[in-house]
């Protein structure tokens, strides 16, 4: 069917389609939308389907297409004001959701922003728990789940540290931590601390800064603290740091398979290993399937000690409670049988009623890692650990808010996609119109994945010799850990690009460069002008050769050059190229220059010095940066 609009403007048409979809979807609200606060598959379906059905019942001539009258009857026949009353009540505001506006420097006026009321007091609970005998925490806990405590709480940094540590066991060695005498200055410092110790362990703060943290910007502090506690609870949900999960393996499944699941599925895949061992139904997810309790009262009696040899006090679950009919009060019984295995975290009874799978996730894993009751096992395979360099490209990734998440460096990057979204980070153009998106088909799904590799590998302008689609496909280490060194490479070259650029920018010197091989380099005046910004007064410009056309003979370009290197020496920076590499605009050279200039920027004892470098946490792998301008 095709709609003969011609007569109708292009917003116009546009507007009034947005207006039936949503009319068509008041009509229905009370058969299909559930109150949930999501939409389903489901309601999806159903909202199109009538759509479709609308415009089928509003062609009256039946030839198959919609001319303008008939569109315009359709509309009006839609609008009634049984609907608009529908519409009204369908948008009232869900409990437990907290708005507020302005609150983002980014977002334009009127921009909203929300929060749940149950997240908060889950994190505060399980702060408050997991805190209490640290004394530098003294000062802020416990908090009070019912306030607003947990958005201030962040203002001196003290306590995102410490969660990180929690997480990830030596993340920050917490001498460094300023925790006596907070002035702005040591706060800020915390802050930028937890921030970059947050970017090593996978969390992406790429919208979050020092700033918005000391405001105390509600979304922004509890997705922060979300993606900590995440951390943490999912870090032994691992094959190689839990060889019990073996267990989980289906008949005829190999163990590559296994540990290529995200912990979120090994967490279902083991509580449907207990349950089956119950004898009873198993569960697809953690919020609809969840909420009647039942799958929780049949885990907690699997996974309860039973005494013997680990000398740990047998615990009896009663399981009266899932004969109780009310859901709520079945809930609250459940969780009272959680807290005998001291497993009551993140969940209240509302929470599980209501299906609110993050929450209960975290439940689950908690108890996971509590409780995993799985046995010993055989297996004739060497499960081998992640190395440090696996794990940093990972939380590298994982840091830049590349999506899926990447759980495993190798099987999660077999498609291509996260490596396209990379290369979209190093400022290479990616054409997704030429992308294979998955689900893909049975037949030939390997070859289009096949082709999507090699579609990287002709945009990517990195050094691919002997790297194909499918040494990537095939989840070849080797391989795939030569283009990630050369990605991050180049990731972290851009860092002090940025910062040159940053740096020129804010005292207004038109020196801007593109890259490391720009042609202005050749003059010498961007080094000079950098050397300016950073120590005032330096130069002597009358000694600095420069014309209105920017055109310099090379004599004029050589004596710049000299003059720049010396200059850089003479304000402390160990500068190791030649003025002959700044004239022939050698890549290398230049950048380990300027790589040199951004090392002694950092080291400015003013108060203005110390700002830039806390609004610049990526500067911290400036070592890092100069070993990959030597390689």
Not at 280 to 292: A, C, L, M, P, R
Not at 406 to 434: A, F, M, P, T
Not at 461 to 468: P, Q
């Amino acid at each position: 069917m095709c709609f003969c609009l011609g007569r109708v403007n292009a917003i116009t048409a546009e507007q009034v389609l947005t207006r039936i979809k949503r009319e068509r979807l008041c009509t229905r609200h009370r058969q299909y939308i559930d109150n949930s606060g999501y939409v389903s598959d489901f309601e999806l379906q159903e909202l199109f389907r009538e759509i479709a059905e609308s415009f089928i019942a509003g062609d009256t001539n039946k030839d198959e297409k919609i001319s303008f009258e008939e569109f315009v009857s359709i509309y009006q026949n839609l609008k009634s004001k049984q609907i608009a009353e529908t519409f009204k009540k369908m948008i009232s505001r869900r409990d437990g959701i907290r708005s507020f506006g302005g609150m983002s420097g980014n977002s334009c006026e009127g921009t909203q922003h929300s929060y749940s009321d149950e997240e908060k007091v889950a994190f505060v609970n399980w702060i408050n728990k997991a805190l209490a005998k640290d004394p530098d925490c003294d000062h802020l806990l416990p908090m009070n789940p019912n306030g607003d405590s947990l958005f201030s709480s962040v203002r001196d940094g003290i306590l995102l540290c410490k969660m990180i540590n929690l997480s990830q066991p030596d993340t920050i060695d917490e001498r460094v931590i300023n925790t006596k005498k907070l002035t702005t200055f040591k706060m800020r410092e915390n802050l930028v601390l937890a921030l970059n110790s947050a970017s090593a362990i996978g969390c992406t703060v790429v919208s979050i800064d020092a700033h918005d943290l000391m405001a105390g910007k509600p979304h922004l502090v509890l997705g922060l603290f979300w993606q900590i506690i995440k951390v943490g609870l999912f870090a032994d949900i691992e094959i190689s740091r839990n060889e019990g999960l073996i267990c989980l393996l289906r008949d005829g499944e190999q163990l590559d398979h296994l540990m290529s699941l995200s912990p979120e599925e090994l967490l279902l895949r083991w509580v449907n290993y207990h349950l089956r061992n119950a004898g009873t139904q198993t569960i697809s997810n953690f919020s609809e399937d969840i909420k009647d309790s039942r799958a929780y009262f049949y885990l907690m009696d699997q996974i309860s000690p039973k005494g013997g040899g680990d000398f740990r006090m047998s615990i009896k679950i009663d399981m009266s409670g899932i004969n109780e009919r009310n859901l709520d009060r079945r809930a609250g019984l459940m969780l009272q049988q959680a807290a005998r295995l001291d497993c009551r975290q993140f969940v209240s009874s509302q929470d599980v009623t209501s299906g609110n799978s993050k929450l209960n996730m975290a439940f689950v894993a908690n108890m996971f890692n509590t409780h995993p009751a799985l046995n010993d096992v055989s297996y004739n395979h060497v499960v081998l650990a992640e190395t440090r360099e696996e794990k940093t490209f990972r939380n590298w990734m994982n840091s830049l808010g590349v999506s899926p998440y990447v759980n495993h460096l190798y099987w999660d990057l077999c498609n291509g996609l996260v490596i396209l979204q990379l290369l979209e980070k190093v400022n290479v153009s990616v054409n997704w119109r030429r992308v294979n998106q998955p689900p893909y088909p049975a037949m030939g799904g390997n070859m289009k994945r096949v082709c999507l590799h090699f579609y990287h590998s002709d945009v990517a302008h990195f050094s691919l010799v002997g790297i194909g689609g499918q040494n990537i496909n095939q989840g070849s280490s080797m391989h795939t850990l030569a283009l990630l060194w050369q990605l991050m490479r180049r990731y972290t070259v851009l860092i002090i690009l940025n910062w040159v650029n940053s740096q020129l920018s804010q005292k207004r010197k038109d020196c801007q460069i593109s890259s490391f091989k720009d042609k202005k380099i050749s003059t010498s005046l961007p080094v000079i002008d950098l050397i300016d910004v950073i120590a005032p007064g330096t130069v002597k410009w009358d000694m600095v050769k420069r014309n209105e056309r920017g055109n310099l003979n090379k004599e004029d370009k050589l004596d710049n050059a000299k003059y720049a290197v010396s200059l850089a020496r003479k304000i402390g920076a160990r500068v190791y190229a030649l003025p002959d590499d700044l004239v022939e605009v050698n890549p290398k050279m230049v950048l380990t220059m300027f790589a040199c200039l951004m090392g002694h920027g950092m080291k400015r004892p003013t108060a203005e010095a110390h700002t830039r470098i806390l609004q610049l946490p990526e500067c911290l792998c400036l070592s890092y940066c100069f070993e990959a301008a030597l390689l």
